[in-house]
């Protein structure tokens, strides 16, 4: 049976004969409609008329938003190019195309390749993830020090050993940002190389704990680059400056007003790439988990809280941060039951930050395991001693905790996270000067 497919190469040189061939052989394809430009395209698509669609780099304002939107619909990607234009294959892998040819290729051959696209699609929905465009070009992981000069390799395409960590919270600020920086500072210290994103859509300020200028290019200009197929390796280390030795920086939107900027299907290929880049990367997300219902009906539609979503379910660790309080808690506790929800799967590493006598009483880290076991079943807490001076030189100074107040209680406490996400020793002071700085905690 002829597979129904959709032709969007206006513009090519080689459309006429491109069609015509296809018409004329026995391909196992059938052109049901030629489309003038994307909108129409994406109009077509929703339609359910075809399987898939041929489409050409040459496709103005083709980029990974709209073959989000083709893939929501159930429309495969095939990619063309003009025989002989490097550039144009290449930007068809970076915008997440698996299946691409040059345009002369025999229809068999393409009929293959929209075949294999139409498998691909169907296994990607029915294995429940995401079908936005798959892992772009990239390269494997090399000398970081090289990367802002080198280029990827043509014809590499490798997925990332990188590690994702995400770093998430309720409502309330319970120091999401503070356990994201103090964790890539300490795991760059340890001498894993990281990379700290700020993936808040309400409100991130990791530019300015670090002393980072707003109008550093940062995380939205790495999602622009991800979405117009532009964007490598050597690309993200470019938007990506260094903060310290084996730690780069992504900060974040200037303005919360800028979240539509953050697409989800632009920063699945950041956080691919970033897995290229660096060991580890840290992202400070949004509080927000809720999914808009009426929204959720339409694929075209942006979705503020659509970067966190992706992010808590692309990561391999997820550390839920709250505030050791009774409010903190509450809220932790809520927090955790819908992240279940909107997470199926997920297995939160918890953060009490700001553990202190005067909000719990007596024994706090005893009281608040007790708490958590109750509500939520988890008992393997970390805890982050409430160490209010060390915190404020670090912003007042805009530095890592580390650099300066190396014996902070809270500094100690977030080496040793870091360390178990990396499974390296963290680096301590004596047991007997631990034991004096956490007097009162």
């Known amino acids: 049976m002829s597979v129904p497919v959709i032709a969007a190469v206006t513009g090519a040189s080689w459309e006429a004969a491109l069609v015509a061939g296809l018409e004329r052989d026995p391909s196992g394809i059938t052109v049901v409609r030629r489309c003038v430009d994307l909108a129409d395209l994406l109009a077509v698509a929703t339609t359910g008329t075809a399987r898939a669609v041929l489409l050409s780099a040459e496709l103005r304002r083709l980029d ?37 040819l040059a345009a002369d290729a025999v229809p068999s051959d393409i009929a293959a390749a929209v075949a294999v696209a139409v498998s691909q699609a169907r296994s990607a929905a029915s294995g429940g993830r995401s079908a ?93 680059l991800a979405n117009n197929g ?100 509450q809220r932790l506790v809520r927090g955790l039951t819908q992240l279940r929800e909107v997470v199926p799967g997920a297995s939160p590493r918890v953060v009490l930050n700001q553990v202190r006598r005067g909000a719990i009483g007596a024994e706090p880290r005893a009281q608040l395991r007790e708490a958590l076991d109750r509500y939520v079943g988890v008992r393997d807490i970390t805890f982050v001693p409430y160490d209010r001076d060390a915190l404020d030189a670090a912003v007042l100074q805009a530095r890592l905790i580390g650099e300066v107040a190396g014996g902070s209680a809270a500094r100690e406490a977030l080496a040793d996270l870091a360390a178990g996400l990396t499974g390296r020793a963290s680096r301590r002071r004596p047991a007997r000067s631990r034991r004096l700085l956490r007097r009162g905690t």
Do not use: K
């Not at 025989?83 to 892998?93: K, V």
């Not at 590499?156 to 103090?182: I, N, Q, Y």
């Not at 700290?196 to 200009?221: K, N």
């Open 64 to 100: 990974r938003d709209a073959l989000s939107r083709l893939a929501a619909s159930g429309v495969a990607v095939v990619g063309l190019y003009s025989p002989g234009d490097d550039i144009a294959a290449t930007r068809l892998r970076q915008l997440g195309v698996r299946q691409v």
């Open 132 to 224: 936005a465009p798959d892992t772009a070009w990239s390269q494997p992981l090399g000398a970081l020090s090289d990367l802002t000069d080198s280029q990827p390799s043509a014809g590499t395409l490798e997925p990332g050993t990188g590690t994702l960590v995400a770093v998430w919270g309720p409502t309330g600020a319970p120091g999401r940002t503070t356990v994201a920086v103090g964790v890539a500072g300490e795991l760059a210290r340890s001498g894993v190389s990281t990379l700290l994103a700020d993936a808040d859509v309400y409100g991130g300020v990791v530019a300015q704990l670090l002393g980072f200028l707003d109008e550093a290019p940062g995380l939205a200009a790495a999602a622009r």
């Open 230 to 329: 532009a964007l490598d390796v050597a690309g993200l280390a470019r938007v990506a400056p260094q903060a310290g030795r084996g730690l780069r920086v992504l900060t974040g939107i200037s303005r919360a007003e800028r979240w539509p900027e953050l697409r989800p299907a632009a920063l699945e290929q950041v956080w691919e790439l970033a897995r290229n880049l660096a060991e580890v990367t840290v992202v400070d997300c949004g509080f927000c988990l809720e999914q808009d219902e009426e929204l959720s009906f339409d694929t075209a539609a942006p979705r503020r809280n659509g970067a966190t979503l992706m992010t808590l379910a692309r990561a391999d660790v997820v550390l839920a941060v709250g505030a050791a309080d009774p409010v903190g808690v």
